[in-house]
T-cell receptor, first 112, second 113 residues
């Protein structure tokens, strides 16, 4: 099956430090989505990237889609304790399909 | 708050029991999904319904039986489950089938004893 690799698996940061998680695919993606799941919660949609090289920002969060549409990143500036959770990328491989393949996730811990 | 409602939130069932998980959305979405999530793992797609018809079955064992009675409802019937089926079962929906934002419910925590 399709595999989406995500690194790192875990990240502990001091509050105020930056955080980045990376998502990589061996094949070209149709689009990529990012979700956040708080401990004990459900995945919540953050953003969708469709175009090659696309960059989108949401306050302290910056999302990028690679030029080759095979990788993506999520960067959080000046983390806060509310950023705690697991961040998943989710890839769509084919236009017209909706079977999202989730990356392995990065669990972020923010130390106050 | 999610607009995808799942019941029950918690379910404990024996291996010989028959139970059902229910999901409801009133956003007018035409695609609905079941995902399974084990602890510390990403959600795994089980089934996709498009316009109330099953469009994707990711090789799920027959002890899991989905049902879509109408465009707002999605059920997952459970029978003869194994302890390793214990997981969080997430229902989700999207406006259309093609590459849209997927909205997840809060999930049903299932324990098989």
């Amino acid at each position: 099956g399709q595999q989406v690799m995500q690194i790192p698996q875990y990240q502990h940061v001091q509050e105020g430090e930056d955080f980045t998680t990376y998502c990589n695919s061996s094949t070209t993606l149709s689009n990529i989505q990012w979700y956040k799941q708080r401990p004990g919660g459900h995945p919540v949609f953050l953003i969708q990237l469709v175009k090659s090289g696309e960059v989108k920002k949401q306050k302290r969060l910056t999302f990028q889609f690679g030029e080759a549409k095979k990788n993506s990143s999520l960067h959080i500036t000046a983390t806060q304790t509310t950023d705690v959770g697991t961040y998943f990328c989710a890839a769509l491989y084919q236009t017209g399909a909706n079977n999202l393949f989730f990356g392995t996730g990065t669990r972020l811990t923010v130390i106050p | 708050d999610t607009e995808v409602t799942q019941t029950p939130k918690h379910l404990v069932m024996g291996m010989t029991n028959k139970k059902s998980l229910k999901c409801e959305q009133h956003m007018g979405h035409r695609a609905m999904y079941w995902y399974k999530q084990k602890a510390k793992k990403p959600p795994e797609l089980m089934f996709v319904y498009s316009y109330e018809k099953l469009s994707i079955n990711e090789s799920v064992p027959s002890r899991f039986s989905p049902e879509c009675p109408n465009s707002s409802l999605l059920n997952l019937h459970l029978h003869a489950l194994q302890p390793e089926d214990s997981a969080l079962y997430l229902c989700a929906s999207s406006q259309w089938v093609t590459g849209n934002t997927i909205y997840f419910g809060e999930g049903s925590w299932l324990t098989v004893v």
